[in-house]
């Protein structure tokens, strides 16, 4: 049996390129030579096998007014159940989270994210192994969004908190248990701020390839 990790985030985790002219194909997603979910099983080998489970939109636990079925928490057992045996658990999550809509600090999104890794631990997906979970702070969100026109569906707030998540999920691993990794670095895109460039992408799967066979 390979080694399972599933990937469990947002767009970033489903390829979304805002930037056409980015991507190889053109479109509004980054293909499997370019997503960092696809880079990171290439990098890793037949041994693994690498899940991708990306929705855009999607956040920790906050139901969206606006969009159905984006906080992941109340899917998250029969997620985990239809993926089981799970050897790792990536959680890459909070960038909508910081949307002003939700009226959420930093610190309660930290909370929020408690929750959703707590449940992962409760869910019998693990085999006859412990539950091991990564959390992963997403790249920031720039600030140069406050300026442009997409703060205003995301909020003018949105960044500051974006940057400031890293340091209160190291802190929630810790109480956890689980393992922490900061996506600060990964190159984010000048036209909405938000999502990873190709580059990003690739910068983001060496990160992984080199944390992840430590870890299972």
Not at 7 to 27: K, L, R
Not at 91 to 119: P, Y
Request: glycine content about 6%; proline content about 4%; some cysteine.
């Amino acid at each position: 049996m390979k080694k399972h990790i599933v990937c469990i985030g947002d767009s970033n985790t489903h390829g979304y390129c805002a930037d056409p002219t980015d991507c190889a194909d053109g479109g509004i997603r980054f293909n499997e030579d370019e997503r960092w979910t696809c880079l990171l099983q290439k990098a890793l080998g037949d041994e693994y096998l690498v899940t991708e489970e990306g929705l855009s939109g999607r956040t920790t636990v906050f139901p969206d007014p606006l969009h159905e079925n984006m906080d992941v928490l109340p899917y998250l057992p029969a997620l985990l159940k239809s993926h089981e045996d799970i050897d790792l658990l990536i959680i890459m999550l909070g960038t909508n989270d910081t949307k002003d809509r939700f009226s959420a600090t930093s610190a309660v999104i930290s909370i929020g994210l408690e929750r959703l890794v707590r449940k992962a631990m409760s869910v019998d997906c693990w085999g006859n192994k412990a539950p091991n979970i990564l959390i992963v702070a997403p790249a920031p969100i720039l600030s140069e969004i406050k300026n442009s026109a997409y703060a205003e569906t995301m909020g003018y707030h949105c960044a500051e908190k974006s940057q400031q998540l890293a340091k209160y999920y190291k802190e929630k691993a810790e109480q956890l248990g689980v393992h922490f990794m900061d996506a600060n670095g990964c190159e984010v895109n000048t036209i909405d701020y938000t999502h990873l460039t190709k580059k990003g992408h690739r910068q983001l799967s060496d990160m992984f390839t080199s944390v992840v066979p430590k870890l299972v």
